[in-house]
């Protein structure tokens, strides 16, 4: 059983995926091969080896045929049209807002969304342009106060400032022994990925918060 999300929680029953609502009670029946939590109204579900988008009495909004998506966010969500094919943006509609190209996306934060582009990182705004060109190893899918953390490919032999580190990557001293996330990666296939990106937030926003935490963190990269 996963989280509440919207009122509504994803339950698995006879191998099929369904929702209750808070008291338990079953809203939409156990038909769905996969699931995601609701958001902003819409759930994505596979159904028949396809995903689509449902409302919350369970009725197809938009129909089952996409290869794979993303989470509805700020009106927009990431979908493939074909296996290990590039990802655009649909609308509520299901209509294509941008075409597919990133190789990976994220979720629109702020009116940008993080996208991977032919190696490298960058931001695209809701109309796909980019707003920030994809030229860094990796990014921080989103921004805080304004400003996102950046990794650079630091090479020997480059001038003074592209061997300048810049002050967001340095480690804070209860992460300075932490690493990549090696089992996820190994599992999704990029370190870059949005899901690796969403369990490296979680190690240093949450369990780095705790002594038990920092603990299992510094076993886990021990072993």
């Keep these: 059983m996963d989280e509440v999300s919207e009122g509504l929680c994803s339950v698995k029953y006879g191998g099929k995926y369904g929702f209750i609502d808070k008291t338990g009670r079953l809203v939409i029946e156990p038909k769905f091969e996969h699931s995601h939590d609701f958001s902003e109204g819409l759930c994505s579900v596979e159904f028949g080896g396809k995903y689509g988008f449902i409302d919350k009495i369970g009725r197809f909004v938009i129909e089952p045929k996409l290869q794979n998506t993303k989470d509805f966010s700020e009106g927009l969500c990431g979908v493939q049209f074909e296996y290990d094919g590039p990802w655009g943006f649909i609308d509520k509609t299901g209509r294509i ?28 705004d809701k109309t796909g342009r980019f707003v920030i060109e994809p030229k860094f190893e990796s990014i921080w899918p989103e921004f805080k106060e304004g400003l996102a953390s950046v990794m650079v490919n630091i090479q020997e032999n480059t001038d ?14 209860n992460s300075s022994s932490k690493g990549g996330c090696y089992v996820a990666t190994a599992v999704y296939g990029s370190y870059n990925c949005p899901e690796v990106w969403t369990l490296r937030r979680f190690r240093d926003n949450t369990l780095d918060e705790t002594w038990y935490g920092r603990a299992f963190i510094k076993t886990y990269y021990a072993i």
């Design 160 to 173: 003074r400032t592209s061997t300048i580190k810049p002050a967001s990557l340095q480690s804070n001293s």
């Design 97 to 124: 807002v941008i075409e597919p190209r990133p190789r990976n996306v994220d979720g629109f934060k702020e009116s940008l969304c993080w996208v991977r582009y032919g190696g490298t990182d960058g931001f695209i």
